[in-house]
C-alpha cells in the first residue's frame, strides 16, 4: 500500500502533501475504502495533508496520462538496464524534439528491428519512473521529444529509495 505522489511545493502555506488518485467507481469497494483510511490516517499522524483524487476532480488529459503511465509504476527492468534505456532515449529525443514520442518511438522500431510498440514500452516505463518529466496537461498522444526534460540516474534512484 503507498500514496501515488508526494508533492514538494514552494508555497509557504502547503510546502508538502500527499496524493491518492483512484477511479470514482473504484470508492464503491469496501475493501479500497478500508485501505484509503489506514492511508488517510497515516498522513495525519505526520502531519501532512492527503487529498483522495478521481477522474472528477482533473482535467481530462491529465486524468489520461496519469491512467497511461500508472500502469508502468514497477517495470520488468534492472537498474542497468534503466540507465542505458535512460542514455538512448535522452540522445533520441535531444536529437529528434519536434518528433511526437510515438513517431520517433514507431521509427526506433523499425531502426532496431523491434517489435512494434517496444520502444514505446521503455520510455513510458522510463516516464513512469520519474526519469524524464513533462507537462501533465499535455495529452501523451501529442507529447514532443523536445516536451521531454531528462533527470540524472543518481537523482531519480535517491527519489525511488525515498519513495519506495
Same mark, same amino acid.
Given at each position: 500500500?503507498?500514496?501515488?505522489f508526494?508533492?514538494?511545493t514552494?508555497?509557504?502555506?502547503?510546502r508538502? *502533501?500527499a496524493?491518492?488518485?483512484?477511479t470514482s467507481s473504484?470508492l464503491?469497494?469496501?475493501?479500497t475504502?478500508?485501505?484509503?483510511?489506514?492511508e488517510?490516517?497515516?498522513?495525519?499522524?505526520?502531519?501532512i495533508p492527503w487529498?483522495?483524487?478521481? +477522474?472528477?476532480?482533473?482535467?481530462? =488529459?491529465?486524468?489520461?496520462?496519469? =491512467?497511461w503511465?500508472?500502469?508502468?509504476?514497477?517495470? =520488468?527492468f534492472?537498474?542497468?538496464e534503466?540507465?542505458?534505456?535512460?542514455d538512448?532515449?535522452?540522445?533520441?529525443?535531444?536529437?529528434?524534439?519536434?518528433?511526437?514520442?510515438?513517431?520517433?518511438?514507431?521509427?526506433?522500431d523499425?531502426?532496431?528491428?523491434l517489435?512494434?510498440? +517496444?520502444?514505446?514500452?521503455?520510455?513510458r516505463?522510463?516516464?513512469?519512473r520519474?526519469? *524524464?518529466? *513533462?507537462?501533465?496537461?499535455?495529452p501523451?498522444s501529442k507529447?514532443?521529444?523536445g516536451?521531454?526534460i531528462?533527470?540524472?540516474?543518481?537523482?531519480?534512484?535517491?527519489?525511488?529509495?525515498?519513495?519506495?
Open positions: 500500500m503507498s500514496s501515488d508526494l508533492v514538494n514552494s508555497d509557504p502555506n502547503n508538502i *502533501f496524493l491518492q488518485v483512484k473504484a464503491e469497494e469496501p475493501r475504502i478500508e485501505k484509503l483510511e489506514i488517510r490516517r497515516y498522513w495525519l499522524e505526520k502531519e487529498y483522495l483524487v478521481t +477522474e472528477k476532480e482533473i482535467p481530462v =488529459d491529465v486524468f489520461r496520462n496519469l =491512467d503511465l500508472y500502469s508502468l509504476q514497477a517495470p =520488468d534492472s537498474l542497468e534503466e540507465s542505458r534505456f535512460l538512448f532515449f535522452s540522445t533520441q529525443l535531444e536529437r529528434n524534439a519536434a518528433l511526437t514520442i510515438i513517431d520517433l518511438c514507431k521509427q526506433l523499425s531502426v532496431y528491428h517489435e512494434l510498440g +517496444e520502444s514505446l514500452y521503455q520510455i516505463a522510463l516516464l513512469a520519474r526519469y *524524464f518529466h *513533462f507537462d501533465i496537461t499535455i501523451y507529447l514532443r521529444c516536451d521531454l531528462s533527470e540524472s540516474l543518481d537523482t531519480v534512484v535517491e527519489i525511488q529509495r525515498v519513495s519506495g
